[in-house]
């Protein structure tokens, strides 16, 4: 049975996609609360109703079901403190900086309403800097261009022009040609794919160069940018960066259901990832414990890796990639991945693939293991043409 939705708020975008969902019974909008009331499922702005407002009426309001939205204003640790509170009270809190629709995904995920979501987009985001995010991410799309009969494409949305694995000449590429399409909602599968560097089955998106554009890329553009993907790609592998106030990372990591962090061993990335969490994170109510771990540079001589993942990060251990010593300086300086430089990196690489492979549900059985053709290598074999081999 469908409920009836009642929004408590200015926004008539908000309530035209509520409406235009088709998952509720009736949604109607509002500027006040009635008290005399009784409602299915009520949604309440706090730009209209604020918290001490709320608790106030709280015991006078007549509702099965209370989301409060809660506005960019408010600090980090008052919306945790808000968040935490109303919880006890069987209020669900809506974090800042949420799309429509993923507003519409947390108030149906809450009421248990069947919903379709986007299922193949996976996103890779770095607990710090230079930990490998974007070598890692390229490096698993890259291996499943290679090893599946699937069309994958690739999102470069870290921010960091010096970190395009693309060698020879990427200029007239990049999500800088479509910017202004992407920021009017208007941009084309078409327009899309030339703006990607194409090899083989893999299609990838050069990141910004333009340094001063990343403050006008919201979550909303990246939302739309992913969606977008997702319906010309099988899948669509995100590097979200390790920049977390970025409209480029938070528009990701919410757009998408499949979330792996990449760190290292290192202390540095347990202070970094720390902050993240704590600013970021737990604001955008993001369960860190659903989220895969990738430990990269991998070193037996450094703390155990199951012992960071359970005991610190308190995520679901996925791989570990192992330290391959000189071949990260090598591979930036020919503007390449690590894929098919080091045995057992690409057995690593492989397992993580299987992992996806579970999470999507398609089928995808490793080469043999005695094989040591890396990506580059299989296609020299195929003779592909690529910007790879100018």
Known sequence: MKMNVTLICNDIQLYNSFSASELFNSVKIGSELDLDTKYDCLIISDRILGYDDLTNKLPHIDAENIFYLLSDSRSESRINSIKYVLMSKNIFVVPPRLTDRQIIDRVCQKLDIDRLMTNNAITFFGADSKVGTTMTAQAAAEVLA??????????????????????????????????????????????????????????????????????????????????????????????????PNSGLFIGALNATKFRYMVTTQQESCKSAFEMT?????????????????????????????????????KMVHAVSLPNVPGAFWQAEEQRKTLCGMDYHYDMQLRGLIKIIAGQLGFEYSPPDKKKKIGFSGLFRKSGGNSLWNL
């Not at 955008?284 to 991998?298: A, P, V």
């Open 277 to 313: 969490r704590d600013q970021v994170l737990n604001v955008l109510d993001i369960d860190t414990s659903e989220i895969m771990l990738i430990i990269n540079r991998y070193s037996e001589l450094m703390p155990n890796n199951y012992k960071l993942a359970d005991e610190f990060y």
């Open 146 to 243: 290679a090893e599946t009969v699937l069309k994958i494409g690739f999102l470069n949305l870290s921010g960091q022009p010096s970190f395009n694995y693309i060698p020879g000449n990427i200029e007239g590429f990049g999500i800088d040609q479509i910017k202004t399409k992407i920021f009017n909602f208007v941009l084309s599968e078409e327009e899309l794919k030339s703006a990607m560097v194409q090899k083989g089955k893999l299609h990838i998106l050069p990141s910004v160069k333009i340094l001063s554009d990343l403050r006008y890329y919201k979550p909303r553009h990246v939302e739309y940018l992913i969606n977008l993907a997702t319906g010309i790609f099988d899948i669509v592998i995100v590097d979200a960066g390790s920049y």
